[in-house]
C-alpha cells in the first residue's frame, strides 16, 4: 500500500498570514494551528507528517518542528536545504526522515528537484552526517536519469520524485510525456536499490494516475489536502486523499 505523509506547510501560510510578527502578543490564540493539523491528519490516517524549515522561515518555524518531534505519533519528515546550518538543527532534532531541497529564497514554493550533479559534495556531506545519526534520508530530485543514479552512489536510501512538471502539465499536450518520465525515473531508481517517494503538485484528480506509477512507497502531499481541509476539515480531506490513494 502507498503511504501518505501530508505536508502541513500551507497550514502554517495561512497562520503566518496574520500572526508573522503578533505571535508574543495574542494571548495564545494564534490559529491555525500547525500542530492541530497534524494530531488531525494522523487521526484520519495519515502515515507521516512532513514539514519544510525554510530559512526565510516564511511558514513553518523552528518552534513548530519542535512540538510536532514532541506531539505526532507517526513519524515526522523534515524538508530541509543541504546547509550545514540545517543539517545541524536536524542532528539536534533527530527526526525519522529527511528530506533534502532546493531552495531559492524567490520562489513561491519549492520549484526545480534538489541538483545533486552540480552540489555533488555538499549533498555528501549532508548524506553522511545524517545517515551516521540514524536519520532516514531522501533526496527531492527531477526524475532523470544522471540525479537518480548519483543519488544511489551517494548512499541515499530514498529518492522523492519531483511530480511538479507533471502537474503543471496536467492539462496539457505534455501530461503523457510527464508521466512517461516519472514512470521511467520510478523503475530507474528501483533498480538501483533506491526506495521511491513522490511529490509536489498532487492533487485529488491527478492522483488517479499518479498512483500507477510502479514502485511507490509513499506520496506528500500539502497544497491540496489543506486547501481541502478549509471545506471538509482536516480528517475527511486526509481520509479523502487515502482513499484515492487506494484507488
Ligand atoms: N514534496 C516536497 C519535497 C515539497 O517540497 C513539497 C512542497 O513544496 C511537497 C512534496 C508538497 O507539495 P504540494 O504542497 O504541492 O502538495
Known amino acids: 500500500m502507498i503511504l501518505l505523509g501530508v505536508n502541513i506547510d500551507h497550514c502554517a501560510t495561512l497562520r503566518q498570514a496574520r500572526y508573522r510578527d503578533a505571535g508574543a502578543t495574542t494571548g495564545g490564540a ?80 519549492t520549484e526545480g528537484g534538489l541538483d545533486v550533479t552540480g552540489n555533488r559534495e555538499r549533498v555528501r556531506a549532508c548524506v553522511d552526517a ?4 540514524g536519520i532516514q534520508v531522501s533526496l527531492f530530485i527531477d526524475p532523470d536519469e544522471p540525479q537518480i543514479e548519483l543519488s544511489a ?28 518520465r516519472l514512470r521511467l525515473g520510478a523503475v530507474r531508481a528501483h533498480d538501483l536499490g533506491l526506495i521511491v517517494n513522490a511529490g509536489h503538485g498532487i492533487n485529488y484528480v491527478n492522483i488517479a494516475e499518479v498512483r500507477t506509477l510502479p514502485h ?32
Not at 520524485?161 to 508521466?179: I, K
Not at 471538509?232 to 480531506?237: D, I, L
Open 30 to 109: 494564534v490559529e491555525p494551528d500547525p500542530v492541530t493539523f497534524a494530531l488531525l491528519a494522523e487521526r484520519a490516517g495519515a502515515d507521516g507528517i512532513t514539514v519544510h524549515l525554510r530559512e526565510d522561515r516564511r511558514h513553518i518555524q523552528e518552534r513548530d518542528v519542535w512540538r510536532l518531534r514532541e506531539c505526532i505519533g507517526t513519524r515526522l519528515n523534515l524538508e530541509m536545504a543541504c546547509t550545514p546550518a540545517m543539517t545541524e538543527l536536524a542532528l539536534k532534532l533527530k527526526p525519522e526522515f529527511v528530506c533534502l531541497v532546493p531552495e531559492n529564497r524567490q520562489e513561491v514554493t
Open 130 to 133: 545524517l545517515k551516521a545519526a
Open 153 to 180: 552512489r551517494l548512499g541515499a536510501p530514498y529518492v522523492e520524485l519531483h511530480t511538479g512538471a507533471y502537474a503543471h502539465a496536467f492539462h496539457t499536450a505534455r501530461r503523457a510525456a510527464e508521466l512517461q
Open 216 to 247: 511507490l512507497h509513499e506520496l506528500n502531499i500539502g497544497h491540496s489536502i489543506v486547501s481541502r481541509a478549509v471545506f471538509t476539515g482536516v480528517e475527511e480531506a486526509v481520509r479523502e486523499m487515502k482513499a484515492r490513494i487506494r484507488g
